[in-house]
């Protein structure tokens, strides 16, 4: 309907052990500064059945452990990752979700969690192949882990510096176009025809429709280092409310926004 608001973007956080805290906590920070806009879930990537029943699950982070740092706090999730790219309650099998988006941070829990195949299958139906997702958001070496799923193929995308410069990414996926120097990397990538005639509704323009059904498009916005996820989520939050609400909220949290996707000042370092 004319003049009707739509839903708040349903985005699943996923969330292993030895995710790094920031990856999380900037974004985290600045789009749940806009709930009309966008719906947090907080999810854990374990699947086991002794899951099932807990109302939340703590998940450790870590804090620059790669680095010489130490291990973080403990985050909650809510929710559990379940086949098909949905996401479920912890506390019971009602209510499965399907995401309109995905967030996957970086962290010492890339290097275990690259080799699962269970996520990896999740983080290709999710991203890829399910119809109704309309944005793909990575920090730092989580999309190294996106990519080491196939859903990054052909598409660019950035990482951590230190990583690319290592070779880490582009020695799992070679087949990613790998951006090595951008503050974040926004690509906008066509669905497959057979994937938007299932749902004539999908129609419009951009990324963003009214209502259910498949999207046509897809974004996938890759940030680099810790803090770049930070200025990736205001770029979110411009997309999807218009850069005047981005700049309150970043003016609002005292974050210096680097507005310019590709200039990274800390890519000389």
Sequence with gaps: DVGKMAPPLVMAVLLFPGFELLDVAA?????????????????????????????SVAVPSSCLELCGGSRGPELCCTHRIVTGGKIAPLAADEGV???GAIF??????????QHDPALLEWLRDAATRNPETEL???VCTGSWLLAASGALDGIRATSNKAALKAGHPQQCR???????????????????????????????SGVRTSGGGAKPKVVFVTSSGV??????ALAILARLGGVDRA???????????HEDKDNDPFSHQ
Excluded: M, N
């Excluded at 609002?252 to 926004?257: D, G």
């Design 27 to 55: 974004p985290g920070e600045v789009l749940g500064a806009a709930p009309d806009l966008i719906r947090l879930v907080y999810c854990c990537v374990e699947t086991a059945r002794e899951l099932e029943g807990l109302s």
């Design 97 to 99: 979700l399907t995401p």
């Design 104 to 113: 996957v941070p970086g962290g010492k829990g890339v290097r275990t969690w």
């Design 136 to 138: 793909v958001f990575t």
């Design 174 to 204: 070679p087949q990613v176009d790998w951006v090595l120097q951008a503050r974040w990397v926004e690509s906008l990538v066509e669905r497959k025809s057979e994937e938007t005639e299932t749902s004539p509704g999908a129609g419009g």
């Design 227 to 232: 803090s770049a996820g930070g200025d990736a």
């Design 247 to 257: 700049r309150t909220v970043a003016r609002q949290l005292e974050w210096h926004w």
